[in-house]
C-alpha cells in the first residue's frame, strides 16, 4: 500500500486553514447519527470524547482506569508549550514549529508541525476557560517557564502538577458531557482488539476487567488515545499499567506502525536502586531551569563518593565537572533531553558516576538558592522537591540530588496521517499513540500540547470528512460474524495464557525483557548489539508461551491475566523495535547508533539515504514485518547538524 | 527486614472477607510499600495462589489509584503521602502490618483491597466543570486571576481524589473531596456563572451516594495525601448556604 500523508499543498502557514475548508462537514442534525468510539480518557482522550460530544456525535468512551481521570496524563510534572509570546521574547508559532523541528532532528513531518504549534495558543485559551489554575503573575497574568531546546520562555504551567490540572479540564469537559448523556463512559474495560470489515474499522472487542465479560461495541469510527508504550522496558517513567496492547492489536488489524524505535530517555529521572526496583521516577525537566549537572573531574573523587567516604558537598569547585556547561555553553543545562541523557551515559561510563550503582549524575541547587532565596526555590520546585525525598530519603535542599536518565516517552506509535487517519479507514490514532509530531525527540512540555492539540483542535475536524464520506448507513451490528470471531480469538487467547500453567511470573518475563531492551536497544545501540536483542527476544517469547504462570480464570477480576495479555504483546513490538533500529543506519535523537556519530559524539544524521518516516506493515506472527517509507520533504526548514553549542 | 502482614482477603462484594496473614522475609527498607506487594505477589504466584488485587498506577502519588488502609491509616503513617509513596524505611524489622481496603458504604469493595470510587466520578458529573465548548474561548490573558487567588484554586485542585479523606472519616464523608472541587472553581473568576448550581448539584449528589456527613473533626484533612485543608470545606458550606438562599431550584 503506498502511504499517503495528505499533507495539503500551498504555504506552510496556510495548510492546516485551506485543508480545514476543504474537508467535508457533517451537517449538525446529522452528528447524532454517527457512533464514534474513543478508548482512552487521557489528554488525548478526554479532550477527544468531551469535543465530540459537544459537536452532536454520540460516543462511547473506554478505559481500563477505575476513572477517567487517572490516565496516565496526570502524572506530567513540568507543563505545556504554547507560541503566545506573553513574554515578548521574540516567540512565534514559527519559533515554536522551528524549535520542534529541530529537536526531533528533522526527523517530523513540517505540515503536522506547524499545525501543531499553530492550535498551541488554542489550547490554553481553551483550558484557562476551563478553569485550570495555571501559575500567574502578581499582575494576574500567565507566568511561562524555559524547557530544554528552547531559548525562550514558552511553558506554561500549574506548579508540578500540570498534567494533573489539565486532564482535569478534559475530564471536567468530558463528565459534563456524560451527564448530558452525550458520552458513555464506560470504565474498567480493557480494549483487545479492533474488528475490520471491508477494510474499515467498525468497533472493538473488549474485557470487562472486573467480570471477565468479553464483548463487542460497533461504531462508525475508532479513536486509539491509548498512550505510549515505554513500559516495554519494564522500568519507566510510566504508569505501571500504560501498555501497547490497544495499539499492537490495531497493527495487527493492518495499522502500520511509525518508527517503532524512536524512545526518549529523559535525563533526570531517580536512579535504579534495587532488582525489586517496579517503576522509576521522573524529576521535571523544569529543575534543569535552575539546577546545575555535574560530576566530579576525577575517577578517584567519584570513586570516593560511591564508597561512601565523602559526600557531594566535599569536593571543591574547581574539582567539579559541569560537563553540559562546559560542553554546550550556549544552551548549558538545558540542551534537548537526548543530548543530556547521553552526556550523562558518557560520564559514568567514564567511571565518574555517583551512587554506589556509579550510574547517576548530580543536579545541584545550590547556587540558585544561594542566588533566589531558599523561599524563590520552594515555591518553583517544592512538590518536586518533597517527592524526591520521600523516595530517596535525602534533603536535596542540602545535598544535591541524584539524577539518571531513565525511559520516558516514545516518540514511535502507530502511523497517522494529516488527519491522524491510521492505515485502516475510519481507525484514528491521537496522542502519545501516534507517531506524528516529535520526530526522533520530542522537546520537553510538548506532549500535553500535541495531546490536546490532537484531541481538541484537530480530529473534530478531520473525522467529519470521513463521517460524511461513508454515510450514517455504513455501520455494522454486533452481531455480525466478524465480531463474534473477534470475540472468540480473545477467549481463545486468555485460555491459552491461563493453560500453560508454567513456572514463571508474567514479572519476571517482563523485567527480562526490559533488560534486553535497556541493554541493546536503549541509550545508545549498535548492529551486533540489535542483532544478539533479536535473537534473545524470539527465545524469551518462545519461552513465555510454554512456561508462564498465569493463575484463575477468565471470568473474574484477573491481574495475571491482564498482565500477561500486555507482556505478550509487548513481546513482540520489542522484536520490532529492535528491527527498525537495526534498519536505520543512522543517528538522529533519540536514536543513537554508535557507528553513526561525529567526532564530538554527537548524533550523526544520514539525511540522503534516511530522510523517511519508517511505516512497518505486520504480515504474520513470527513473519518479517515489511517496511515503508514516507519521505520527509523540507521546504521552510534547512537540515543542519543540530547544534546547541 | 522481616515483616508479617495480615491482609484483608475478599472474593467479591458479596462474599466476606477476612484478615489472612503473610511472612516476608526478604524486605528492602529502600523499597516502596507496594513494591513488597509485587514481592508477596510473586511468591504467591509461585506456589499456586491466587494474587492479592490491589488499584495501583503512577506509583508516584499522583493518579489517586493507591487505596490502602494501613494500621488503622488511610495510606498508612506517613502524612501528606499516599501508599505508593510509603517506603518501607517508615517501618521497622519485625513489624506486623495490619493492611485493609476503604471501609466506605459509598465505597463498596470490588476485590481484596480494590473498591469502587465511581461515586466520585458521579458527583463530578453533576456539575464539577464550567461549561465551555472546545473553540469558544477567549484570550487567555483576557481573564486576569490575581496570583493569591490561583494559589487557592491550586490548593484545592492538587485532590487526587483516593478516596482517602472518607476513609478517615467515622461518618464515611466526601465533604473534602467535594469542597476541593467546590472551592477551585468557586474562586476563579471562570466558575461565577455556575457557581450555586454547582454547588448545590454536587451536593445533592454526595447525599445520593450514601457518603455521611461532615461532623468537622479534621481527620480527612490530616490524612489527605495532598494535605488539603479544611478552609475548603468552610467555603463549601458558605457556597452551599448562599446557593440555597438564593436558588429558584431548590430540591432535596
Ligand atoms: C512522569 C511523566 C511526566 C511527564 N511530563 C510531561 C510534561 O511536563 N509535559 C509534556 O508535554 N509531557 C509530559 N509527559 C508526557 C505526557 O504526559 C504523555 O505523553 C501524555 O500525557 C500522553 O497522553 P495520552 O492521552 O496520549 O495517553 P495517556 O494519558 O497515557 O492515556 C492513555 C489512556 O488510554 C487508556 N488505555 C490504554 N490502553 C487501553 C486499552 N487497551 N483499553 C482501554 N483503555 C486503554 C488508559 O486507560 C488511559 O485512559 C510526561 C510523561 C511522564 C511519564
Ligand atoms: S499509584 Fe498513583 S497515587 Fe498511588
Redesign the interface.
Known amino acids: 500500500m503506498e502511504l499517503d500523508s495528505k499533507i495539503p499543498e500551498g504555504p506552510l502557514a496556510e495548510k492546516w486553514a485551506r485543508h480545514k475548508f476543504g474537508l467535508k462537514l457533517v451537517n449538525p442534525a446529522n452528528k447524532r447519527k454517527y457512533d464514534i468510539i474513543v478508548v482512552g480518557t487521557g489528554l488525548a482522550g478526554a479532550?477527544a470524547a468531551?469535543?465530540l460530544a459537544?459537536l452532536g456525535y454520540n460516543v462511547k468512551a473506554f478505559t481500563f482506569?477505575?476513572?477517567?481521570?487517572?490516565a496516565?496524563s496526570?502524572?506530567a510534572q513540568g507543563g505545556i508549550n504554547a507560541a503566545?509570546n506573553?513574554q515578548n521574547d521574540g516567540d512565534s508559532v514559527f519559533r515554536l514549529f522551528y524549535d520542534t523541528i529541530k529537536g526531533g532532528d528533522y526527523r517530523a513531518r513540517e505540515g503536522n508541525v506547524y499545525r501543531l504549534a499553530e492550535v498551541s495558543v488554542?489550547i490554553?485559551?481553551?483550558?484557562?476557560?476551563?478553569?485550570v489554575?495555571?501559575?500567574?503573575?502578581?499582575?494576574?497574568?500567565?507566568a511561562n517557564r524555559s524547557f530544554g531546546g528552547a531559548q525562550v520562555s514558552r511553558t506554561f504551567y500549574?506548579?508540578g502538577?500540570t498534567g494533573?490540572?489539565l486532564l482535569?479540564g478534559a475530564?471536567?469537559?468530558l463528565?459534563?458531557q456524560?451527564?448530558n448523556g452525550k458520552v458513555k463512559?464506560i470504565?474498567r474495560t480493557e480494549m483487545l482488539d479492533v474488528i475490520v470489515v471491508d477494510g474499515k474499522a467498525r468497533g472493538i472487542i473488549t474485557r470487562n476487567l472486573?467480570t471477565g465479560a468479553i464483548e463487542s461495541h460497533s461504531a462508525h469510527a475508532v479513536l486509539l488515545c491509548t498512550g505510549g508504550y515505554g513500559n516495554v522496558f519494564y522500568l519507566s517513567t510510566n504508569?505501571?499499567?500504560s501498555n501497547v496492547t490497544a495499539a499492537w492489536r490495531a497493527h495487527k488489524k493492518g495499522a502500520y506502525f511509525g518508527n517503532p524505535c524512536y524512545t526518549q530517555i529523559h535525563p533526570t529521572c531517580i536512579p535504579v536502586?534495587?532488582d525489586?526496583?517496579?517503576?522509576l521516577?521522573l524529576m521535571s525537566e523544569s529543575l534543569r531551569n535552575d539546577g546545575r549537572v555535574w560530576v566530579p573531574k576525577s575517577q578517584q573523587d567519584a570513586e570516593k563518593i560511591r564508597k561512601g567516604q565523602i559526600k557531594a558537598n566535599d569536593i571543591p569547585e574547581d574539582a567539579r565537572d559541569y560537563f553540559l556547561e562546559r560542553r554546550y555553553p550556549s544552551f548549558g543545562n538545558l540542551v534537548p533531553r537526548d543530548v543530556a541523557s547521553r552526556n550523562a551515559k558518557y560520564v559514568c561510563d567514564e567511571g565518574r558516576g555517583v551512587a554506589p550503582t556509579g550510574l547517576a549524575v548530580y543536579l545541584d541547587f545550590a547556587d540558585a538558592i544561594r542566588r533566589d532565596g531558599r523561599k524563590t526555590i520552594e515555591a518553583k520546585y517544592g512538590n518536586l522537591f518533597?517527592?524526591y525525598e520521600?523516595?530517596v530519603?535525602d534533603n536535596p535542599y542540602e545535598t544535591p540530588m541524584m539524577i539518571y536518565p531513565a525511559v520516558h516517552y516514545t516518540m514511535g506509535g502507530l502511523w497517522v496521517d494529516y488527519n491522524l487517519m491510521t492505515t485502516i479507514p475510519g481507525l484514528y490514532a491521537l496522542g502519545e499513540a501516534n507517531f506524528s509530531d516529535h520526530g526522533a525527540n520530542r522537546l520537553g512540555a510538548s506532549a500535553l500540547m500535541q495531546g490536546l492539540a490532537d484531541g481538541?483542535?484537530v480530529i473534530?475536524y478531520t473525522i467529519g470528512d470521513y463521517l460524511a464520506t461513508i454515510g450514517p448507513g455504513d455501520k455494522i451490528a454486533v452481531d455480525h460474524p466478524a465480531f463474534k470471531e473477534g470475540e472468540q480469538r480473545i477467549h481463545d487467547m486468555n485460555n491459552r495464557l491461563l493453560s500453560i500453567k508454567g513456572?514463571k511470573?508474567v514479572?519476571?518475563y517482563h523485567k527480562a525483557l526490559g533488560h534486553i531492551m535497556w541493554d541493546y536497544c536503549g541509550m545508545s545501540r549498535n548492529a551486533e548489539g540489535l542483532k544478539k536483542a533479536k535473537k534473545m527476544i524470539q527465545e524469551l517469547r518462545a519461552e513465555f508461551w510454554q512456561n508462564v504462570?498465569v493463575?484463575?480464570t477468565n471470568e473474574?477480576?484477573n491481574?495475571?491475566l491482564e498482565h500477561a495479555g500486555r507482556v505478550a504483546d509487548f513481546l513482540e513490538l520489542g522484536e520490532l523495535m529492535v528491527d527498525d533500529a537495526l534498519h536505520r543506519e543512522e543517528s538522529c535523537g533519540g536514536h543513537f547508533r554508535e557507528e553513526y556519530q561525529t567526532e564530538e559524539g554527537e548524533a550523526k544524521r544520514d539525511d540522503a539515504n534516511f530522510t523517511y518516516v519508517a511505516a512497518w506493515e505486520y504480515t504474520g506472527d513470527n513473519k518479517p514485518e515489511v517496511l515503508h517509507k514516507e519521505e520527509l520533504e523540507f521546504e521552510n526548514v534547512k537540515l543542519t547538524q543540530r547544534s546547541y553549542k | 527486614m522481616k515483616i508479617t502482614l495480615k491482609v484483608w482477603r475478599q472474593k467479591n462484594s458479596n462474599t466476606p472477607g477476612k484478615l489472612v496473614e503473610y511472612q516476608l522475609d526478604n524486605i528492602s527498607p529502600d523499597m516502596s510499600f507496594l513494591e513488597m506487594f509485587d514481592v508477596l505477589n510473586g511468591e504467591l504466584t509461585k506456589k499456586g495462589e491466587e494474587i492479592i488485587a490491589f488499584d495501583h498506577d503512577c506509583r508516584e502519588g499522583i493518579c489517586g489509584s493507591c487505596s490502602m488502609y494501613i494500621n488503622g491509616r488511610a495510606h498508612g503513617p506517613q502524612t501528606g503521602s499516599t501508599t505508593c509513596q510509603l517506603h518501607m524505611r517508615s517501618f521497622s524489622d519485625g513489624d506486623t502490618i495490619v493492611v485493609e481496603p476503604w471501609r466506605a458504604r459509598a465505597f463498596p469493595v470490588i476485590k481484596d483491597l480494590m473498591v469502587d470510587r465511581t461515586a466520585f466520578d458521579r458527583i463530578a458529573q453533576a456539575g464539577g466543570y464550567i461549561s465551555v465548548n472546545t473553540g469558544s474561548a477567549p484570550d487567555a490573558n483576557e481573564i486576569p486571576v490575581p496570583r493569591e487567588v490561583a494559589d487557592t484554586a491550586m490548593d484545592a485542585a492538587q485532590c487526587i481524589a483516593c478516596g482517602a479523606c472518607v476513609a478517615a472519616c467515622k461518618n464515611a464523608s466526601a465533604m473534602l473531596y467535594v469542597a476541593a472541587k467546590v472551592s477551585h472553581f468557586a474562586v476563579l473568576p471562570q466558575g461565577q456563572a455556575e457557581r450555586t448550581m454547582r454547588a448545590e448539584r454536587m451536593v445533592a449528589q454526595m447525599d445520593t451516594e450514601g457518603f455521611g456527613a461532615c461532623s468537622f473533626t479534621g481527620a480527612c484533612s490530616v490524612e489527605c495525601p495532598k494535605s488539603i485543608s479544611l478552609d475548603h470545606i468552610a467555603r463549601l458550606n458558605r457556597e452551599y448556604l448562599g446557593a440555597k438562599l438564593t436558588s429558584n431550584n431548590v430540591q432535596g
Do not use: W
Not at chain 1, 525489586?276 to 517503576?279: T, V
Open positions: 479532550s468531551a469535543s459537544e482506569h477505575d476513572s477517567a481521570r487517572r496516565h496526570i502524572a503566545k506573553y488554542n490554553i485559551d481553551q483550558c484557562v476557560a476551563q478553569g489554575p495555571f501559575a500567574r503573575e502578581y499582575g494576574g497574568l500567565l500549574a506548579r502538577q494533573q490540572q482535569l475530564y471536567h469537559a463528565s459534563r456524560v451527564a463512559l470504565t472486573l504508569a505501571m499499567n536502586k534495587g525489586y526496583q517496579s517503576k521516577t518533597e517527592m520521600k523516595i530519603g481538541y483542535f473534530p513456572s511470573t514479572d519476571e504462570r493463575l484463575g473474574e477480576m491481574q495475571s
